[in-house]
């Protein structure tokens, strides 16, 4: 059996995916939070990603590169996670870095890691249909982004911006839980660092979830418009 598909192969391969997701997910945060520039920097800040490498490159080039290294980092860390579970159905019980929570490790995010990424999953479709495909949002013109990003958590739409806190909640805890075992399963269980790293994976969640969490919260109460 080749390196990569055994049981510590195919935890490297959930941990490095799940790594690249969350540079990924920082980086998406941090474009979110230039709507607080206003309508004219958000949306030129859009046009750039779109636009990037012009006109040597093609048109969206840049996000055609992260959409196929964004699914593959998916398809990869589903793909891990779905065999290490289903081999350790039919084995022992086998954890993402170790063979039960370490002291200190939250029982509870263990128990929402998948149900957690379930509403993700869902949350993700929902998200593209919304601000990439700008099927279910009223703003339909692709290069006002501000636009689009104000209509989808107006206060009449409400319910869709329930769902989109709910799913931050549960982004945040299959986070805090991943990060820590990612690291866990790369550098190997450490004692002296089992804190520190608890500590950072915890930092790292709160960080991405409020980052993302401010934008529609603005929206809804008023402070962007």
């Known amino acids: 059996m080749p390196p990569w598909r055994s ?3 195919l935890k490297i391969v959930m941990a490095v995916s799940g790594i690249l997701l ?3 997910l920082i980086a998406h945060m941090a474009g979110n939070l230039h709507i607080f520039e206003g309508r004219e920097e958000m949306n030129a800040y859009a046009a750039g990603l779109r636009d990037f490498g012009a006109p040597l490159l093609p048109h969206e ?3 055609w590169v992260m959409r196929i290294g964004l699914l593959a980092a998916i398809g990869a860390h589903i793909a891990s996670s779905i ?6 159905i039919h084995a022992r019980p086998v ?4 063979k039960k929570p370490a002291k200190g490790e939250s029982r509870h995010a263990v128990a929402t890691m998948r149900w957690g990424a379930v509403v993700v999953f869902f949350f993700v479709i929902w ?3 919304d601000l990439t495909w700008r099927t279910v949002n009223p703003v ?3 290069h006002d982004a501000y636009g689009a990003v104000v209509a989808t ?7 869709v911006t329930v769902f989109y806190l709910l799913a931050l909640v549960a982004l945040g805890f299959h986070l805090r839980h991943g990060i820590w075992s990612a690291v866990q399963t790369i550098a190997g269980p450490s004692t002296k660092w089992r804190k520190r790293t608890q500590a950072i994976a915890l930092a790292v969640a709160v960080l991405i979830v409020a980052g993302f969490a401010i934008v529609p919260l603005a929206v809804t109460f008023g402070l962007v418009s």
């Open 61 to 63: 080039s840049l996000l």
């Open 127 to 129: 998200h593209l249909l």
């Open 140 to 142: 339909k013109d692709i």
């Open 153 to 159: 958590f107006d206060p009449e739409r409400w319910p």
């Open 7 to 9: 049981n510590i192969g």
């Open 95 to 98: 954890r993402y870095a170790s």
């Open 83 to 88: 065999i290490v579970t289903h081999r350790s």
């Open 22 to 24: 969350v540079l990924f």
